[in-house]
């Protein structure tokens, strides 16, 4: 991992967080997790991207045909509307136009568990997801301090609109600290998001 150019990027949702923050407001109609991880997840790191002059090829871990198309379904809308959120609430992160996502997105690429690329993802993965709950679990802190988190590539101001995202962490059974965590304190995506140079 450590000799990988490898950066990690994580939407972290806590799922009865997620439910207590919208079952009441939106009942059944509220989006899947896999919509805002996938969302925040591949906008961010397009922003990445974008400011390194390179496009991305999103990777993610096949699941299935119909759960493949869904994400397939999200990534082409990212590139036709932009993202799905209120745009009300949702400026403050400096969301990126749908044709600044048509220009960023390269490909859409599924890989299957056996991949190099998803293992590598999946030894990210769970230390990202522990620190949104830990910020002292050891392989996160190792992470940390091995310049491998994006918030470690990041001035600290840019971290809310461009870091890990760590969503719906508010509940009173968790309550992360923002100090404590280099992120702002949404499950995060399986797979890769490679950056391909323009």
């Not at 990690?8 to 997620?18: H, K, S, T």
């Not at 919208?22 to 996938?38: H, I, N, P, T, V």
């Not at 749908?98 to 490909?107: Q, R």
């Not at 679990?137 to 890990?164: M, N």
Request: net charge positive.
């Amino acid at each position: 991992m450590m000799a990988s150019p490898v950066v990690g990027l994580a939407c972290v949702i806590d799922r009865p967080g997620y439910n207590a923050r919208y079952r009441e407001r939106y009942g059944r109609q509220r989006w899947s997790l896999c919509k805002s991880a996938f969302t925040i997840s591949v906008e961010r790191a397009a922003k990445y991207a974008r400011e390194r002059r390179c496009r991305l090829r999103v990777m993610p871990e096949r699941c299935n045909k119909t759960e493949d198309r869904v994400l397939k379904g999200y990534y082409e809308d990212l590139k036709k509307h932009g993202p799905p959120f209120d745009p009300n609430t949702s400026e403050k992160y400096r969301p990126l136009s749908p044709a600044e996502f048509a220009e960023t997105l390269l490909e859409f690429d599924p890989k299957t568990k056996s991949h190099p690329m998803a293992q590598l993802a999946d030894l990210y993965l769970w230390p990202m997801c522990m620190g949104g709950y830990n910020p002292d679990c050891r392989p996160y802190e190792r992470l940390k301090s091995d310049g491998k988190l994006i918030e470690c590539q990041l001035p600290p101001g840019d971290w809310p609109s461009l870091g890990s995202k760590y969503y719906c962490f508010d509940g009173p059974e968790n309550q992360v600290a923002d100090s404590k965590n280099p992120a702002e304190a949404g499950s995060a995506t399986h797979g890769d998001l490679g950056a391909e140079p323009s």
